[in-house]
Nanobody, 115 residues
Framework: QVQVAESGGGLVQAGGSLRLSCAVS????????IRWYRQAPGKEREWVAT???????TYADSVKGRFNISRDNAKNTVVLQINALKPEDTAVYYC?????????WGQGTQVTVSS
């Protein structure tokens, strides 16, 4: 059973930073791409960033230059560093471990940015 768990969300003022973590249980982590998504109130879930198992990263245009994704294989964890936060970054942030056709979601972590 693969388990995915996000942590690190919270309330922060605009311009601040947060460090979100995604922990993935099991050996799947080494072979999985890890994707971050977010869902703002009343909006659809949107893709934010991806790190492949080989370390390639891609970002949505809306976060490029402010978000940075990194991977710690020893800890089965992917970190999403969020800088220069804006009120429009307020959302529940989810990570998903993807391997082939299989995908495993976490429960999400709330990020709230005050202006």
């Amino acid at each position: 059973q693969v388990q995915v768990a996000e942590s690190g969300g919270g309330l922060v003022q605009a311009g601040g930073s947060l460090r979100l973590s995604c922990a993935v249980s099991g050996s799947i982590f080494l072979f999985a791409a890890i994707r971050w998504y977010r869902q703002a109130p009343g909006k659809e879930r949107e893709w934010v960033a991806t790190m492949t198992s080989s370390g390639t990263t891609t970002y949505a245009d809306s976060v490029k230059g402010r978000f940075n994704i990194s991977r710690d294989n020893a800890k089965n964890t992917v970190v999403l560093q969020i800088n220069a936060l804006k009120p429009e970054d307020t959302a529940v942030y989810y990570c998903k471990a993807v391997r082939g056709v299989d995908g495993y979601w976490g429960q999400g972590t709330q990020v709230t940015v005050s202006s």
